[in-house]
Structure formats: structure tokens, C-alpha cells
């Protein structure tokens, strides 16, 4: 199984059915309006639309929000610029990445 998908992370042609991993980022921040949106214009300027999104707002007072969203077709590179764009950001506190493939 893992010689699998080592044989076709290395291969110079992609296997008939080969799906790309999906990229995975979980967003801490404080509940400000303006987080949403430019978390997806960092998705929107690159042509790409989540498959996957959730938001809620939490804490005691319910100022904190947790975004949980879910891109397809993403390299490991470039999602981990992406999540360091976000980190950037004024009220995110944290942000974590993993990649979900397929078997």
C-alpha cells in the first residue's frame, strides 16, 4: 500500500485513478467580520473555491472564531504559503494544516 503511493507521488505519470490530496486548515482567530473574507481571497486570487467550509463562533463571550475548511487540488507548498498568509493576519491566533488523501 505505501509502495503505492510512493510509486505514484514518484512517477512521472499520473495513475489513471489518482486523486490529488486535499488540503486541510483550521483557523483560530478573534470574531471580526473582516477574517472571513480575507481568508477566502487568498483561495479567490489563486482561482480556487474551498470544498469544505465551516465557521463558528465560540467562547464564553462568543468572540473567538474557528474556521475549518477543506481545498482540493493544493500542493503541500503552496498550502503552507497560504497558511502563513493567514498567520499574518491582525486577530488569527493560529492556524494548522494537514493534507487527507485518498486510498
Known sequence: MLSERLNRSTSSEPSSDYQPAVACFSIQA???PSVMPRVLELFAKRGMIPQRWH???GGRRRD???IDL???GLDRAKAELIAHAIRQMVTVTSVLTSEKSYA
Open 30 to 32: 478573534g470574531a471580526d
Open 55 to 57: 465557521s463558528d463562533l
Open 64 to 66: 473567538e472564531l474557528t
Open 70 to 72: 477543506q481545498v482540493d
